[in-house]
């Protein structure tokens, strides 16, 4: 595991507030799988300094960890998960990953 993925991995962890790191891998792999979902629907690509695209990855990741079940189920976290993609979308960034001021 890389240092940025350990961050990432820590962060992650005291986000959905858990200790210990039996679920590490599956986190990591939310994470990854958060991070894949929003480059194929706005481009945006990671890493990047955006706060923004940083709380989606968390909130996919929260919502993936906590919804597991094989049946589909909907939750206050789909409306504005799509939200946040969407604005991600249309935001202008510059090769760093940071947000263009126009």
């Not at 820590?10 to 979902?37: C, M, N, P, S, V």
């Not at 409306?79 to 126009?102: A, I, P, R, S």
Request: hydrophobic content about 40%; aromatic content about 8%; overall charge negative.
């Amino acid at each position: 595991m890389t240092e940025a993925e350990q961050k990432e991995l820590e962060k992650a962890k005291k986000y959905l507030r858990i200790d210990g790191d039996a679920e590490d891998d599956l986190i990591l792999h939310f994470i990854a799988a958060a991070k894949e979902y929003i480059t194929n629907a706005t481009g945006l690509k990671f890493p990047n300094n955006l706060a923004q695209a940083e709380l989606a990855v968390m909130s996919f990741t929260t919502h993936w960890y906590e919804n597991r079940q094989i049946s589909g189920t909907t939750s206050n976290l789909d409306g504005v998960l799509t939200t946040m993609v969407n604005q991600l979308k249309y935001l202008v960034v510059d090769d760093e990953g940071e947000k263009d001021v126009e």
